[in-house]
């Protein structure tokens, strides 16, 4: 999981050009503006989102993971909490969609603040909790940037 602010992304060009690309579309100074929608780079392999989900009490969240897809998530306008833990400290709610690239879980874990520029990204191995009211139940913007792992470089630990 990475979370930091969008002025401080160039710190992760190590992860490739397709999430360079994710990032400036975080960047826009247009996504106010934008309509709900999605917008593909690579068909299938990696797009952008414009949401406006409404957010709900902690208790109504679920974490979520996914196997083939890295999210990248910002909260645009409106408050929201995402909560995030790693997947072995969840436990799982019902089977894999392979179809949708989701999974369910219940569990605890950190919560972080995705407006004012701050950004997080997932990975596999982290689940995560979105759409969380940090006070009450509001609409939302944000936007959600999906880019398949194959696209990512990896690189060993030495």
Not at 21 to 49: H, M, N
Not at 86 to 105: A, C, H, K, N, S
Request: with cysteine; aromatic share 8%; hydrophobic share 40%.
């Amino acid at each position: 999981m990475i979370y930091a602010h969008i002025d401080d992304a160039r710190n992760y060009s190590g992860l490739g050009e397709v999430f360079a690309w994710a990032v400036r579309q975080l960047a826009r100074a247009d996504l106010k503006e934008l309509s709900p929608g999605t917008t593909e780079l690579i068909p299938g392999k990696a797009w952008f989102s414009i949401d406006e989900p409404e957010t709900k009490p902690l208790e109504r969240t679920l974490f979520e993971a996914h196997r083939e897809f890295v999210d990248v998530q910002m909260t645009i306008a409106g408050d929201e909490l995402i909560g995030c833990a790693p997947l072995g400290r969840v436990t799982p709610l019902g089977e894999y969609d392979e179809d949708r690239d989701i999974q369910f879980f219940k569990g605890e874990g950190l919560t972080l603040d995705c407006t004012g520029g701050m950004f997080a990204v997932f990975f596999p191995e982290d689940a995560h909790r979105p759409c969380v009211a940090p006070g009450t139940p509001r609409r939302i913007r944000k936007i959600v940037a999906k880019i398949h792992r194959s696209l990512i470089p990896h690189r060993e630990l030495s």
